[in-house]
């Protein structure tokens, strides 16, 4: 069968780039060897954002002194369906578009030719264009690797069928202090270890501080500077040995230490598409790879991790194949997110970055815990850090730690891409109450015309 592009893999590296082209008159096929909708929908964002949500409602009952009760099992299955209900919406998508979805594996035969193979059958396609979005898969220790019971990744973690009574959780990163978070709301023993100075490694220092003080506050042990040394079963449990000499006992051991691309036994580097040494695609600005008429999206190239950030690649790589005008993707300015209760969210440059790059900036740093929209959800340890140039006339990067700032980064991004300006800023009608209009405060500060802030 010929196509006029072929996307392996169904995530968000895969499916939006696949529908812009079917709608756009193209003969589209999506080859899927799990689940349509990759990991995101899966095992990932959509199963850990269901959790998330109650486990967030759970503490505002607790707040008021009330008592939530539900079955875990129950939790699992509703989660469950969410996933589900996304799963077959996508799918839905795909169908309608009139794009043809092949189960199975697929290698590159050659620089236009895929084999998919789905147990015993084998079935050979052509396409003038080939997308690769193969994603990743949970990456494991040397010396603790899963066993399919108690030593898991996140994909298992998010449907445990009973839940733990404790967890030890390798790994301080994204995953792992979200996974930390669900988990200790619902009164499991949480102990977090991160071989870094600090969680949340790529950040700096006083973000991560505040998201250790906040999970600490809802009973998560975070050893920072700690590895694992061993991982024993121990009839039902397991026995672990950190650096630091202490030991302890848990029901179950999470390996949240990094993700690995899916580029092995696919036929990349027989067909001549280059890796890097950790085994991801190397693409140009275009996600072209070294292959002139094979593109690579998403997770398998490596960057941030996002799924909107491999949604954009797909799109993007979408309009080149049609001809279109496309775009090419600022990663700096991919937010990213973490939903932690206390949330993160940061777009543009971390103080390391610059410092590493040697640039001179300016950090103006200001608390939220006074706008109420944050009271309310009891973000006590929240800011807004905007990095400027000396002049203050360019923002930078900006990092906003506190409850909803993944929904509040979005009114910050005008203000990063040089869209917006500190006076537009200052006069626009962010909505009360919520946290979006820490904005206008924290421009009205720049500007030296503070009204919830003193001068100093």
Same mark, same amino acid.
């Given at each position: *069968?010929?196509?006029?592009a072929?996307f392996?893999g169904?995530?968000?590296?895969g499916?939006? %780039?696949?529908?812009?082209?079917?709608?756009?008159?193209f003969?589209?096929?999506v080859i899927?060897?799990k689940?349509?909708?990759?990991?995101?929908t899966?095992?990932g964002?959509v199963p850990?954002k /269901?959790l +998330?949500?109650?486990s967030e409602? =759970?503490?505002?009952?607790?707040?008021v002194?009330?008592q939530?009760? +539900?079955k875990w099992?129950?939790l699992?299955?509703?989660?469950?369906s969410?996933?589900?209900?996304t799963r077959?919406g996508?799918k839905?998508?795909l169908?309608a578009?009139?794009i043809?979805?092949?189960?199975?594996?697929g290698v590159l035969?050659n620089?236009?030719?895929?084999?998919?193979s789905d147990g015993?059958?084998k079935?050979?396609?052509?396409?003038?264009?080939i997308?690769?979005?193969?994603g990743?898969?949970?990456?494991q $220790?040397p010396?603790?690797?899963f066993d399919?019971?108690g030593?898991?990744s996140?994909r298992?973690?998010?449907f *445990?069928?009973?839940?733990p009574?404790?967890?030890?959780?390798i790994? @301080?990163?994204?995953?792992?202090?979200e *996974?930390a978070?669900?988990f200790s709301?619902?009164?499991?023993? =949480?102990?977090?270890v991160e071989?870094?100075?600090h969680i949340?490694?790529f950040?700096?220092?006083d973000v991560a501080?505040?998201?250790k003080?906040?999970?600490?506050?809802?009973g998560?042990?975070?050893?920072?500077?700690?590895?694992?040394?061993?991982v024993?079963?121990s @009839?039902d449990?397991?026995?672990?040995?950190?650096?630091?000499?202490?030991s302890?006992t848990?029901?179950?051991?999470?390996i949240?230490?990094?993700r690995?691309?899916?580029?092995? %036994? =696919?036929?990349?580097e027989e067909?001549?598409?280059?890796?890097?040494k950790k085994?991801y695609v190397v693409v140009?600005?275009?996600?072209r790879?070294s292959?002139?008429?094979?593109y690579a999206?998403?997770?398998?190239?490596g960057g941030?991790q996002l799924?909107?950030? /491999?949604i954009?690649e797909?799109?993007?790589?979408?309009?080149?194949i049609?001809g279109k005008?496309?775009f090419k993707?600022?990663y700096?300015?991919v937010?990213?997110?973490?939903?932690?209760?206390?949330?993160? /969210?940061?777009?543009g440059?971390?103080?390391?970055?610059?410092?590493a790059m040697?640039v001179?900036?300016?950090? =103006?740093?200001l608390?939220?815990?006074?706008?109420?929209?944050?009271?309310i959800? %009891? @973000?006590r340890?929240?800011?807004?850090?905007?990095l $400027?140039d000396?002049?203050g006339?360019?923002v930078f990067?900006i990092q906003v730690v506190s409850?909803?700032?993944s929904?509040a980064?979005?009114?910050?991004?005008?203000l990063?891409?040089g869209?917006?300006?500190?006076k537009e /800023?200052a006069?626009t009608p962010?909505p009360?109450l919520?946290?979006s209009?820490?904005?206008?405060d924290?421009?009205?500060y720049?500007?030296g015309?503070?009204?919830h802030?003193i001068r100093?």
């Amino acid at each position: *069968m010929k196509y006029d592009a072929v996307f392996i893999g169904s995530g968000t590296g895969g499916y939006p %780039g696949a529908v812009y082209l079917a709608q756009h008159g193209f003969k589209v096929a999506v080859i899927e060897e799990k689940l349509i909708g990759g990991e995101c929908t899966n095992w990932g964002c959509v199963p850990s954002k /269901a959790l +998330y949500q109650v486990s967030e409602a =759970v503490k505002t009952i607790e707040k008021v002194k009330g008592q939530a009760s +539900y079955k875990w099992e129950d939790l699992i299955d509703w989660a469950k369906s969410i996933v589900e209900e996304t799963r077959e919406g996508i799918k839905y998508l795909l169908e309608a578009s009139g794009i043809e979805v092949l189960s199975g594996k697929g290698v590159l035969k050659n620089p236009r030719q895929v084999i998919v193979s789905d147990g015993e059958s084998k079935r050979e396609v052509e396409a003038d264009k080939i997308v690769l979005a193969l994603g990743t898969d949970p990456s494991q $220790l040397p010396h603790v690797k899963f066993d399919g019971e108690g030593i898991i990744s996140n994909r298992e973690a998010l449907f *445990m069928s009973e839940k733990p009574s404790s967890i030890l959780i390798i790994g @301080g990163g994204v995953i792992g202090v979200e *996974m930390a978070n669900v988990f200790s709301k619902n009164k499991v023993e =949480v102990t977090v270890v991160e071989i870094m100075d600090h969680i949340l490694p790529f950040t700096d220092k006083d973000v991560a501080q505040a998201l250790k003080t906040y999970l600490a506050g809802n009973g998560v042990r975070v050893k920072e500077k700690t590895s694992v040394e061993s991982v024993e079963k121990s @009839g039902d449990k397991y026995s672990v040995k950190l650096s630091n000499g202490e030991s302890l006992t848990v029901d179950k051991v999470l390996i949240a230490t990094g993700r690995i691309p899916k580029t092995r %036994g =696919v036929g990349l580097e027989e067909t001549g598409v280059s890796l890097d040494k950790k085994g991801y695609v190397v693409v140009n600005d275009e996600c072209r790879t070294s292959v002139e008429n094979i593109y690579a999206t998403g997770d398998v190239i490596g960057g941030p991790q996002l799924a909107h950030k /491999a949604i954009l690649e797909s799109i993007a790589v979408a309009k080149r194949i049609a001809g279109k005008e496309s775009f090419k993707l600022d990663y700096h300015l991919v937010p990213i997110t973490i939903f932690t209760g206390l949330e993160v /969210a940061s777009v543009g440059y971390t103080e390391k970055e610059l410092a590493a790059m040697g640039v001179k900036y300016v950090k =103006v740093k200001l608390p939220i815990y006074y706008l109420a929209a944050v009271k309310i959800k %009891g @973000g006590r340890n929240s800011f807004v850090k905007i990095l $400027l140039d000396e002049k203050g006339e360019r923002v930078f990067g900006i990092q906003v730690v506190s409850p909803n700032a993944s929904e509040a980064i979005s009114a910050y991004l005008p203000l990063y891409l040089g869209k917006l300006s500190l006076k537009e /800023a200052a006069s626009t009608p962010y909505p009360h109450l919520t946290v979006s209009e820490s904005l206008r405060d924290v421009v009205e500060y720049l500007l030296g015309e503070p009204v919830h802030f003193i001068r100093k």
